[in-house]
C-alpha cells in the first residue's frame, strides 16, 4: 500500500479564470503544481489541466491517472474529446502531465481528480468543472452542444432524422420568432413533457439534459413506493465484457420495464430480462460503444434511473512509422496499423494536433480497416520535423526531411551547323524526368507548328526543325520551369553555292569535331543511347564509302548497326549502344581521282556497377558509420560520388541520406532511433547517371553506451586487496549490459590500470596485489556492445592498509549446550567469526591438537567448519576452537557426545515366587553405550513353548514382580537395557527359573458383612496455585471421594466453564482434571472444582497465573 503524501489545503476562496485554464497552486506532496480547485468552462470552448511532479525523490517513473468522479478512469476515454499529454524535462526531472478537453459539453460538468503514484508514494488533488451554455443568440444550435462527443458512430439511437429535416425546412421562418430560454421551459414544465419539449428544439443528448436540469432547480427526495432497492448511480464495463444492472422491487409480481434512452429494450440475445422474487436484473451481453447510454427501470409511474459507461480497451500500435527524406514537392505518406479496426489515431507535428482542413488539401486521412494514413500531397520546407501518431494504448513518431530541388545539367546543348532544307535538332538531359520547360530563340518563345516540334521524353528535351530556312539561324535557349538555369546554343545556316563547271575532285572526309567528339576522332556515346554520325563527303565524280570495325566492313543497311547513304553524307548510324560496340571503326572513300580515309574510336560509357561490400563498423546512441567498397566497373567514367539510403527493418520505404554526391567511401548516418534495426544500400554516380543500388547491409541497431554505475563504494580492504561493490547503471538501453570493467592508479598518477582481463558480471569486486600503504584512485565503467559508459570515480583514494578488528566467535545457540550424535552419523559444524586481518582458527580435543586423521576442519576468512564423515565413540569429548590475531584470541568449546546402544544388564535372577507372581532383580549395564539408561524391557517365556511375551516395557528401576502366572507352569525371563539409541543388541536371560506350583489348599471364605459405603464428597487432593507460560498447554488436578459418585463442576471465577473446545474435563477413579489447551493472559484467574452429590458437598480452589514468555537472550 503507498504511503499516502498530505493533499494541500486550498490557498484560497477566490474565484479562477473563467477560461479553463490552469492556475498555481499551495505546492504540497509529489505534485508541483496542481490543477485550480474550481473552474467554469464555456460549452464549446476547450479548457486544459495541467499538472506537474517533481521526481527527484522517487526511484521510479510516477504514473498518473485522471478520474471523473470516484471511480471512472479517463484514460478509456482519450481521442478526440478527451486528450492527454506527458513531457518530461531531464535537467530538472519534472514531469508534466496535461488533459485537454475539447469542445466542453454540459456532460463534462463534475468533479475530478488527478491521482499520481510512485512505488511506495501517492499524492491526489481534486477539482470540479462547472459548464455554463454558450451566449443566448448560440442557443438555437443547441442540437450541437449535446451531441456526444466520444460515441463516435454512436451518437444516440433515437431518430431525429425526420425532425432535423423539418427544422432545417422552417429555419428561415423560425428566425422572426422570438428567441426562447429552453432551459427556463424545461424548469416551469412537468417531467412527462420533457420529451415533447426535447423533440421541439433538438435535443438529442437526454441524459445531460436531465443532469443539468438536477442541478438547476433542487427537487425534493421523493420516497420510492415501488422501489426497495434502486439501481446504482452508474455502471462501468469494458467492451465486449457483459454487466448487470439489478434492482429490488416492493411486489415480487409486478411487472417492470427497461428503457434505453428513453426507449423500450427488447428481450434479445444481447439484452436479456429476468424477474427473481423481488429482483429485477438487465444483463447486457458483449458491450459495445452503443451501449453507453442512460438506463432506466420502470415500475407503473416510478422509476430508477442509471448511466452505464463502456471502457474501451487500449488499442496499441502493431507497425511503426518510416522517416522520409524527400526533396519539394514530392509526397510524403505515414502508414501505421494498430490492434483493432475503427481505432481513433490522433497525428500531430510536432506539439500541433493535424485534423482534416475542407479549406486545404494539404494533409489527407485515410483508414484501411487497421491501417491509418498521413499524406502530405507536396512537401515544403516547412513540413521539416517530427511527426507523431498517438492511440490511447501506444505512440510512434517519424521524421520527414526536406530539401529544395536541384537541377544537374546531365546533356548540355550543342550549336548546330545545317544546310538549307535539312533538319536540326537541339537535345539536352536533365536529372529530373519531372521537369518541363519553354524554348526561346533570340529571346523569344518558340511555338510548335507544323515544321517545329518540341518533345519531352523522360530526362530528354529535344527541339526538332524540319526543312530548316536562313531566317531559322539564331541562339537558342532551353529554360527550366522552376529554376534560375538556362541552357543556350547557336544554330548556324550552311549556304550551298553550285558550281556547274564540271570538274573532278579527290573524295575528302569532312569530320565535325564538335558535338560528341571528346577529342580528336574520339566520340562518347551513352550505352542504350543511338548513335548518329553523319560524314560530310566531298568528291568528283561521287565517292564510294566502305565502314568498317577493324578488319571487318559493315555492309547492313537495316539493323541495330547500320550505314545509311545521302548525297554527299555517309550516316553510320548504332541503335541502342551496347558495351561491345566499342572500338576503331574506319572510313574509306575512294573515287577515280583519289582516296581518303579516317579513323574514329567509338567509346561506349554506362553507368556505374553497384558498390560492394556495404557494411556498418560502428554505431552510436542515434548515428552509424558505414562503410563500402568502389564498383568494380566505373561505366567508363569517372566516379563522381555516391548517394546513400537507409529504411528500417522489414520496411519497403527507403529513406534518401543525401542529395548532393558523397565523395569518400565511409558515411556517418546519422538521426536514427536507439533500439530500432536499420538497413542501408548505395548508389554510384558518375557523369552517366546512377548505378543500381547496392546489396542491402547487414540489419544494424544504433545504440549507446549505459550510463555509468552508481553508488561505487568500499565494502572491504587488506593489506593487498580492496573490495568493490556498485549498483547497475541507471540507463541501460538497447544494447544492454555484458559486464563491467575496474581500473585503478596511484594516486597523482595518470596512468589507469586495469583490474579485470575479462568483464565482471556481477556488481561486486576484489582487486588484488595492491601495494601495502599506497593511496589508490578507483574507477568502474560499464561495458556493451557500444562501448564503455563513462566511468563512475571514487570520491577520494582508498589506503591499501588492513582494518584491525578483535577476534569474535559467534557460537550458535544449539551448540552452547552438548551436541549429541549417535554412532555412524556425520557431523557437521560451522562456526562462524569474525575480526581484521584473517583470524588464525586452531582446534583442540580435551586440550590436545586435534588429528586430521580423525577430524576433517576448514578454515576461511569468516568460519571454521568441523567435519566428521562418520561418528565414533571416539570422537565424544570437549572439542575448544582458538581463535587468534597476533596477540588477541577469542575461545568457545562444544561438548560433543556420540552415543550408542547399550549393553545388556548383569546378574539376572529371580529371587521370589508366590501365588501367580514372580519377583526379579537385576544389575545395570557395564556399557551404557555413552548415554543415560532409560529403561528396562522384560519378557518371559513359557518353557514348554518358548514364545517370548513382553511383561514390562520403559521399566525404570532395577527389578520387578512378574504377575499373572500360570499355574503348572515353568517361566524364563530375559531383559533388554535401552537408552536414547534404543535396545541393547543382545538381551540378558535369567539365571533361574520359577515353577508356579499347584496347591490342594480349600478356601473358607468368612461370613461377609456389606460395609456401608456412602459417604459425603470430599477432597483428598486440593487444587495447587501454579505458574505457567502462555502458549503452552497446562492442567490442573486435584483428588476426591464420595459415594454416591458426585457430581463434578469446574468453575473460572465463580463462573461454570460450559462445553467450550478450550477445556478438556476428565475424571479417572477419582482424580480430576482439567486440561488447559494453550493457555493466553485472559485465561489466568481463580479456577474451582465442587463435587456434589446426595450427602453434601465440597469444594476446592486455586489461582493460575499465565505469564508472557521472555527471550533471556534479549535481556
Known amino acids: 500500500m503507498p504511503e499516502p503524501v498530505p493533499e494541500a489545503k486550498p490557498a484560497g476562496d477566490d474565484a479562477p479564470p473563467a477560461n479553463g485554464e490552469s492556475g498555481s497552486t499551495e505546492l504540497t506532496g509529489l ?55 506527458e513531457a518530461y524535462d531531464r535537467n530538472t526531472k519534472i514531469y508534466t502531465y496535461e488533459m485537454k478537453i475539447v469542445k466542453v459539453v454540459v456532460g463534462d460538468a463534475g468533479g475530478y481528480r488527478c491521482e499520481v503514484t510512485a512505488k511506495d508514494k501517492c499524492d491526489s488533488s481534486t477539482f470540479e468543472i462547472c459548464v455554463e451554455a454558450a451566449q443566448q443568440e448560440q442557443q438555437a444550435d443547441i442540437l450541437s452542444a449535446f451531441k456526444r462527443a466520444d460515441a463516435g458512430e454512436d451518437e444516440g439511437d433515437l431518430d431525429f432524422s425526420a425532425l432535423l429535416k423539418a427544422t432545417k425546412k422552417k429555419k428561415k421562418a423560425q428566425e422572426e420568432k422570438p428567441e426562447i430560454d429552453v432551459w427556463e421551459l424545461l424548469k416551469s414544465a412537468h417531467p412527462s413533457e420533457y420529451e415533447k419539449i426535447a423533440f421541439e428544439y433538438g435535443i438529442t443528448d437526454l441524459r445531460g439534459m436531465l443532469k443539468r436540469l438536477k442541478k438547476m432547480k433542487t427537487v425534493e427526495p421523493k420516497h420510492s413506493e415501488a422501489f426497495l432497492k434502486k439501481l446504482e448511480s452508474c455502471y462501468s464495463v469494458e467492451k465486449g465484457k457483459k454487466i448487470v444492472l439489478t434492482c429490488e422491487v416492493v411486489d415480487p409480481n409486478v411487472p417492470v420495464k427497461w428503457l434505453k434512452n428513453g426507449q423500450e429494450i427488447k428481450p434479445s440475445a444481447k439484452y436479456i430480462m429476468e424477474a427473481n422474487g423481488n429482483l429485477r436484473t438487465l444483463t447486457i451481453n458483449k458491450a459495445s460503444l452503443a451501449d453507453d447510454a442512460a438506463y432506466e427501470c420502470v415500475v407503473g409511474e416510478d422509476k430508477s434511473f442509471t448511466e452505464v459507461f463502456v471502457k474501451e480497451p487500449p488499442v496499441t500500435i502493431t507497425k511503426l512509422m518510416d522517416d522520409y527524406h524527400v526533396v519539394v514537392g514530392e509526397r510524403v505518406e505515414f502508414e501505421i496499423e494498430v490492434s483493432e479496426e475503427g481505432a481513433h489515431v490522433m497525428w500531430f507535428f510536432e506539439d500541433i494536433e493535424l485534423h482534416k482542413d475542407k479549406d486545404s488539401t494539404k494533409y489527407r486521412f485515410k483508414k484501411d480497416g487497421k491501417k491509418h494514413t498521413l499524406i502530405i500531397q507536396e512537401a515544403t520546407l516547412d513540413d521539416i520535423g517530427m511527426y507523431h501518431a498517438w492511440t490511447n494504448g501506444g505512440h510512434t513518431k517519424g521524421e520527414v526531411e526536406v530539401e529544395e530541388k536541384e537541377l544537374e545539367v546531365l546533356q548540355d546543348i550543342a550549336d548546330l551547323t545545317v544546310r538549307a532544307t535539312d533538319q536540326a535538332m537541339f537535345k539536352c538531359e536533365v536529372s529530373d524526368d519531372k521537369v518541363t520547360g519553354k524554348w526561346y530563340k533570340d529571346g523569344v518563345e518558340v511555338l510548335p507548328s507544323e515544321r517545329i516540334k518540341m518533345t519531352h521524353i523522360g530526362r530528354f528535351h529535344r527541339l526538332l526543325i524540319d526543312n530548316v530556312k536562313p531566317e531559322d539561324a539564331g541562339d537558342y535557349t532551353f529554360v527550366p520551369d522552376g529554376y534560375a538555369l538556362s541552357l543556350s546554343a547557336k544554330l548556324n545556316f550552311l549556304e550551298i553555292k553550285i558550281d556547274y563547271v564540271p570538274r573532278q575532285d579527290p573524295p575528302k572526309i569532312h569530320l565535325d569535331t564538335s558535338g560528341n567528339m571528346v577529342s580528336q576522332n574520339t566520340i562518347i556515346v551513352v550505352a542504350g543511347n543511338k548513335l548518329r554520325l553523319d560524314v560530310e563527303i566531298s568528291g568528283e565524280p561521287a565517292p564510294t564509302v566502305v565502314w568498317s570495325k577493324g578488319d571487318k566492313p559493315i555492309t547492313d543497311t537495316e539493323g541495330r548497326v547500320r550505314v545509311e547513304s545521302k548525297k554527299d553524307l555517309s550516316c553510320f548510324v548504332i541503335e541502342g549502344a551496347e558495351r561491345e560496340d566499342e572500338g576503331n571503326y574506319t572510313i574509306c572513300v575512294t573515287n577515280p581521282a583519289g582516296e581518303d580515309k579516317a579513323v574514329l574510336f567509338v567509346k561506349i560509357v554506362d553507368v556505374p556497377d553497384p558498390p560492394e561490400h556495404v557494411k556498418c563498423t560502428s554505431v552510436g546512441e542515434d548515428c552509424g558509420t558505414i562503410v563500402w567498397e568502389p564498383p568494380k566497373f566505373d561505366g567508363g567514367a569517372p566516379i563522381k560520388g555516391y548517394l546513400m539510403e537507409r529504411k528500417k527493418k522489414g520496411s519497403s520505404r527507403w529513406t534518401k541520406l543525401n542529395f548532393d554526391v558523397y565523395e569518400s567511401t565511409t558515411y556517418e548516418a546519422k538521426r536514427m532511433i536507439e533500439g530500432v534495426l536499420y538497413e542501408m544500400r548505395v548508389f554510384a554516380v558518375n557523369s552517366i547517371g546512377l548505378s543500381p543500388p547496392s546489396l542491402n547491409s547487414k540489419p544494424f541497431m544504433p545504440i549507446a553506451p549505459t550510463s555509468e554505475p552508481m553508488r561505487l563504494t568500499v565494502h572491504d580492504v587488506t593489506d593487498s586487496t580492496c573490495s568493490l561493490k556498485w549498483l547497475a547503471p541507471e540507463r541501460i538501453g538497447a544494447g544492454g549490459l555484458d559486464g563491467y570493467l575496474i581500473e585503478y592508479c596511484k594516486e597523482g598518477d595518470t596512468e589507469w590500470v586495469a583490474a579485470n582481463t575479462e568483464l565482471c558480471e556481477r556488481q561486486g569486486f576484489v582487486v588484488r596485489n595492491l601495494p601495502v600503504g599506497e593511496k589508490i584512485n578507483f ?52 562456526i562462524p567469526f569474525q575480526g581484521k586481518p584473517r583470524p588464525v582458527a586452531t582446534w583442540y580435543k580435551d586440550g590436545q591438537p586435534l588429528d586430521p586423521k580423525m577430524v576433517n576442519v576448514r578454515n576461511s576468512n569468516t568460519d571454521s567448519i568441523l567435519f566428521i564423515r562418520s561418528a565414533e565413540r571416539d570422537h565424544s569429548g570437549k572439542y575448544e576452537l582458538v581463535l587468534q590475531i597476533e596477540n588477541m584470541e577469542d575461545r568457545a568449546s562444544i561438548d560433543i557426545r556420540i552415543i550408542d546402544k547399550p549393553g545388556p544388564p548383569l546378574n539376572v535372577r529371580v529371587t521370589e515366587a508366590w501365588g501367580f507372581n514372580a519377583a526379579l532383580e537385576w544389575e545395570p549395564p557395564k556399557d551404557n553405550g555413552n548415554s543415560e539408561i532409560t529403561g528396562y524391557t522384560i519378557q518371559k517365556a513359557d518353557m514348554k513353548t518358548k514364545e517370548w511375551y513382553t511383561v514390562y516395557e520403559h521399566n525404570r528401576r532395577t527389578h520387578c514382580t512378574a504377575s499373572d502366572l500360570i499355574m503348572g507352569n515353568e517361566y524364563m525371563f530375559r531383559i533388554y537395557s535401552e537408552n536414547l539409541c534404543g535396545l541393547s543388541d543382545e538381551p540378558k536371560l535369567s539365571k533361574n527359573t520359577v515353577i508356579i506350583n499347584k496347591t490342594d489348599l480349600e478356601l473358607k471364605p468368612t461370613p461377609f458383612k456389606e460395609k456401608d459405603m456412602a459417604c459425603m464428597p470430599k477432597f483428598t487432593q486440593p487444587l495447587v496455585d501454579r505458574s505457567v507460560v502462555a502458549g503452552y498447554s497446562t492442567a490442573i488436578s486435584c483428588a476426591v471421594k464420595g459415594f454416591p459418585k458426585p457430581k463434578i463442576v469446574w468453575m473460572k471465577n465463580r463462573m461454570i466453564i460450559a462445553e467450550n473446545p478450550k477445556y478438556l474435563m476428565q475424571n479417572n477413579q477419582g482424580v480430576l482434571t482439567l486440561n488447559i489447551r494453550k493457555p493466553s493472559t485472559f485465561d489466568g484467574g481463580k479456577y474451582s472444582c465442587m463435587a456434589v452429590n446426595d450427602l453434601g458437598k465440597d469444594e476446592v480452589e486455586c489461582k493460575l497465573d499465565v505469564r508472557v514468555a521472555t527471550d533471556p537472550d534479549k535481556k
Open 31 to 85: 505534485f508541483l503544481e496542481k490543477p485550480p480547485d474550481y473552474v467554469v468552462a464555456v460549452a464549446g470552448s476547450d479548457v486544459t489541466f495541467t499538472a506537474r511532479v517533481d521526481s527527484t525523490t522517487l526511484t521510479r517513473k510516477p504514473a498518473m491517472k485522471w478520474l471523473k468522479g470516484k471511480w471512472m478512469d479517463l484514460g478509456s476515454k482519450a481521442g478526440k474529446h478527451f486528450q492527454f499529454k
Open 779 to 830: 574507477r568502474v565503467m560499464a561495458v556493451n556492445i557500444a562501448g564503455s559508459s563513462t566511468p563512475a570515480i571514487l570520491s577520494q583514494p582508498v589506503t591499501i592498509r588492513e582494518i584491525v578488528e578483535h577476534p569474535k566467535i559467534r557460537l550458535p545457540r544449539d551448540l552452547r549446550t552438548k551436541f549429541i550424535r549417535k554412532v555412524g552419523e556425520k557431523v557437521n559444524l560451522t
